[in-house]
């Protein structure tokens, strides 16, 4: 009966429109203020617990590391690079877009910082190029999604909060399907710009770009070196990251400002403003989950209507699919991640393979609309349409399934680093 209860409820906010925080907060409240006087003090005691982690520090540090290289020259000098080394090949611009996509996401971790600093560079140098509108708006938007798989990648680190799975394994699975799904853009750009022109190769125009932007390529070595190797953790890694951002864009390119630095850093603040408080709430209605046992019981029922393995990641993908479709990736993995994984792990499913699959199910989510978030920040950024960025959108969606496919049946492409 409580159950339902607070489904209703749920259903009622988000019917008037409600934000995540009030929706969870509401329902979070009711479920523990029903275990009576007791549920007060278990409420305060979750809440507590669940913000009193080391590792949720490494969210607003990698966030801050890609706001300061975004507002700084780091973006720029990827980007020169990665076009100096493929700009003669045909499709080479397109090449270097989604190699700039991928090392910038292998810093920041964010798909919409991703998007954000290497389009403003981009976009206008693919149409002059001669690109197709269509083909340079959906590279860069499907590019920019990299970011969400690539590690160090702030979805992984929520899927491993909510979970309770290694974030340092998450990451570590996460690095199979990146080179998959970047291999699969650079496959596709080479194909569709073959007949476009390219610029001459030039050795002094390339070891230039190494000049200019090989402290760039550098972090993703030191921060992903530094984890798989055991030197630092995840969260030791985000504030390496945030240093070694700090001490290029200041003291060697000095192309930040205190005054951009502080811009930076309150605009990261009001961002993690409302993230922060969705996460309590999130962590804290998982906890009284557990208490209430309805993983086991979601297991057991579920184990009577899916009779295999196959079955479950078959309705578990399209379930994903349309829930990225309507839902942003952190909103999904905070209420969904804790109910799935106990469900997978029943099937036989290793939950850190799970966990990839379910974060790149979401990450294609950023490329459908109505609400998919690569589509409405490059509405703004590129100052274009909606259906036009919809339409742009469409061959690349067939190829990040094909991408999916791969990367739900073929374990070992996640696993083999482990």
């Given at each position: 009966m409580m159950a339902l209860a607070l489904l209703v409820l749920a259903l009622v906010l988000l019917l008037l429109r409600q934000s995540l925080f009030v929706v969870l907060g509401m329902v979070t409240a009711s479920a523990y203020f029903g275990m009576g006087e007791a549920g007060f003090t278990n409420l305060l005691l979750d809440s507590w617990a669940a913000l009193n982690r080391e590792v949720l520090l490494a969210i607003p540090l990698y966030i801050l590391a890609g706001n300061i290289m975004a507002r700084g020259a780091m973006a720029k000098r990827l980007v020169v690079l990665m076009e100096s080394a493929a700009g003669h090949l045909r499709g080479g611009l397109g090449i270097a877009t989604v190699l700039s996509c991928a090392a910038f996401a292998a810093v920041t971790g964010s798909g919409t910082v991703t998007l954000l600093a290497v389009g403003g560079v981009m976009y206008p140098a693919l149409l002059k190029a001669g690109y197709p509108k269509a083909?340079?708006?959906?590279?860069?938007?499907?590019?920019?999604?990299?970011?969400?798989?690539?590690?160090?990648s702030i979805p992984l680190i929520l899927y491993g909060v909510m979970t309770q799975t290694s974030i340092a394994d998450l990451f570590i699975a996460g690095v199979g399907p990146a080179l998959l799904l970047t291999l699969l853009m650079l496959v596709y750009v080479r194909i569709a710009g073959r007949a476009l022109p390219v610029q001459p190769?030039?050795?002094s125009r390339l070891k230039a770009g190494l000049k200019n932007g090989v402290l760039g390529l550098l972090m993703p070595v030191i921060i992903l070196g530094g984890i798989y190797t055991g030197y630092f953790t995840p969260t030791e890694s985000a504030a390496v990251a945030v240093v070694y951002a700090l001490v290029v864009e200041m003291l060697i390119y000095?192309?930040?400002?205190?005054?951009?630095?502080?811009?930076?850093?309150s605009e990261t603040a009001t961002l993690l403003?409302?993230?922060?408080?969705?996460?309590?709430?999130?962590?804290?209605?998982?906890?009284?989950?557990?208490?209430?046992?309805?993983?086991?019981?979601?297991?057991g029922s579920l184990g009577a209507l899916i009779d295999s393995k196959a079955s479950f990641l078959l309705i578990t993908n399209l379930f994903l699919l349309v829930v990225g479709c309507v839902m942003d990736i952190g909103s999904a993995i905070l209420i969904l991640a804790p109910i799935l994984q106990p469900l997978a792990v029943s099937y036989g499913i290793d939950p850190v393979h799970f966990g990839v699959m379910t974060v790149v199910n979401l990450e294609i989510g950023y490329l459908t609309p109505p609400l998919g978030l690569n589509i409405i920040v490059a509405m703004g950024a590129f100052k274009e349409e909606f259906?036009?960025?919809?339409?742009?959108?469409?061959?690349?969606?067939?190829?990040?399934?094909?991408?999916?496919?791969i990367i739900a049946w073929w374990p070992p492409l996640s696993l083999f680093l482990l």
């Open positions: 083909l340079a708006l959906g590279l860069l938007c499907a590019a920019g999604t990299l970011g969400i798989v690539i590690p160090p190769f030039e050795w000095r192309e930040l400002s205190w005054q951009g630095l502080f811009k930076t850093v403003g409302g993230l922060f408080p969705v996460l309590l709430m999130a962590v804290s209605f998982t906890v009284f989950l557990t208490y209430q046992q309805v993983p086991e019981y979601l297991v259906w036009t960025v919809c339409r742009a959108m469409l061959p690349f969606l067939l190829l990040m399934l094909v991408g999916l496919i």
